[in-house]
């Protein structure tokens, strides 16, 4: 079992940042790896970034790439993603999920909203 919090969404202009986090609790953090999921009003959730449990290894969807960055600190069992060069597209709720033996385990979200 995982338990995955969010936090750090907010509201910011276009062109800010934000850093979102993701603490985890339960199986061993640094076993597995870690993704970034977003899913704005009316779209599918999709695939934003995810990183390898050593943190060796990152991988990001093209939508962002170059202006978000996806980290981790397994002595914190916390995931990071900075989000820089914000657009109002990239307005969404923001998930982070882990994949453990299989299954997938979600975080309930943190909304972040990018004015224009």
């Known amino acids: 079992q995982v338990q995955l919090v969010e936090s750090g969404g907010g509201l910011v202009q276009a062109g800010g940042s934000l850093r979102l986090s993701c603490a985890a609790s339960?199986?061993?953090?640094?076993?597995?790896?870690m993704y970034w999921f977003r899913q704005a009003p009316g779209k599918e959730r999709e695939f934003v970034a995810t990183i390898t449990w050593s943190g060796g290894s990152t991988s990001y969807a093209d939508s962002v790439k170059g202006r978000f960055t996806i980290s981790r600190d397994n002595a914190k069992k916390t995931v990071y993603l900075q989000m820089n060069s914000l657009k109002a597209e990239d307005t969404a709720v923001y998930y982070c999920k882990a994949r453990v033996d299989g299954l997938g385990y979600w975080g309930q979200g943190t909304q972040v909203t990018v004015s224009s």
């Open positions: 339960g199986r061993t953090f640094s076993t597995y790896a």
